[in-house]
């Protein structure tokens, strides 16, 4: 897979997006708050991890927006590979039914095991999901956040056409969309990103970024990968894909098995600044980093 490529080859497509069919418990935020309490006081000790709700996505299509898409990076302290960014999207119209996945939660609180589990059913979950990448190069280029930017509108810009929405903002391919449901007045996006810092805005419109068919409106929030159900989505979607890249780019050149990307995946773990010490930086360093 290409790093200065944004990744298509494990998007959904119409053909393999049952309906919503996952087991899900309720979205909503007194039910929520309900199971934490609940499970908090049922051992006495344990603080339980916050349970993400829709109420976020709520209040965005209460403000009018027909798609709601939740955005989370990973692989910004890395010191090898690509930053990818996560998007993960539900219609609006879908809300008064939607419920959120068993078992979604920041990925950061989930093991491995948990992630790969709750993957595919949550892309499925999602009305379309997608990833984002921008290079070691182009980091190194253009400063982190500014890759983070792009790396976002990569990834709507998949995903909203992954949903046949064309460049004047009208869903071009309605097949999956049922004549009463679709917008007239154009799709309008409103977007959840992870954290302080409003990186995407910020990259809308420079030549480095892709023309995304309905550019969005952005809300920040932080620790939304805890509280919000798309962005703790777009969180595990992201991180598993950039973990799968990093395993089989180390399998595929034997001259990567000594930094260990197999199991640190790029991050700065002793092994790994040990093997850069020793052996000097790949081409897939971030050589504008302190590396060792």
Known sequence: MSLTQHDQSDQPRKSDKPR??????????????TDAHASAHGDGHKRTRPIPTLESERRLAAQGYDLIVGFDEVGRGSLAGPVMVGAAAIWARDLPTLEVPDGVADSKMLTEHRREAIFHPLRRWCASSAVGQASNTEIDEWGITYALGVAALRALDELERQLGIDGHGSVSDVSDVPDDDAPAHGVRVGGILDGPN???TAALGTFDAPEVPSPAHIITQVKGDQHCATVAAAAVIAKVTRDHLMVDIAAENPAYEPYGWARNKGYGSQAHRDAIAAYGPTPLHRLSWHLA
């Open 20 to 33: 919503k069919s996952v087991p899900r418990s309720r979205g909503n935020a007194h039910t929520a708050a």
């Open 198 to 200: 409003d990186y995407i």
